[in-house]
Nanobody, 128 residues
Framework: QVQLVESGGGLVQAGGSLRLSCAASGRSVSNHTLAWFRQAPGKKREFVAAPTWSRGEASYADSAKGRFTVSKDNAENTMYLQMNNLKPEDTAVYYC?????????????????????WGQGTQVTVSS
């Protein structure tokens, strides 16, 4: 079991910044890797970013590159998403998901169906 709790969302003007947190707990935390997703109204859940896994680099959706930075604190089982220069199109509910480590081969998957635990989400609203 893995419990995920996101926080840090809010209302911000375009060009502003927010820092999201995802705190993970549970007996299966060490067997999972975390990633950030988001879902805007009427749209499918989409991958945003994942921290460094194995010897690779952090991965980002094209929409997040250059503006968002993902990081993790392994000691605290917490993942962060620093979002700068926010745009109205970033408005969405942001979720963290946990994917089991045994399916990781080359990279952290970007398909939501691969993830078996989700947090409740945190709303991010960017006004123009």
């Amino acid at each position: 079991q893995v419990q995920l709790v996101e926080s840090g969302g809010g209302l911000v003007q375009a060009g502003g910044s927010l820092r999201l947190s995802c705190a993970a707990s549970g007996r299966s935390v060490s067997n999972h890797t975390l990633a950030w997703f988001r879902q805007a109204p009427g749209k499918k859940r989409e991958f945003v970013a994942a921290p460094t896994w194995s010897r690779g680099e952090a991965s980002y959706a094209d929409s997040a590159k250059g503006r968002f930075t993902v990081s993790k604190d392994n000691a605290e089982n917490t993942m962060y998403l620093q979002m700068n220069n926010l745009k109205p199109e970033d408005t969405a509910v942001y979720y963290c998901g946990a994917v089991p480590n045994h399916i990781l081969i080359v990279a952290i998957p970007r398909a939501p169906r691969e993830y078996d635990y989700w947090g409740q989400g945190t709303q991010v609203t960017v006004s123009s």
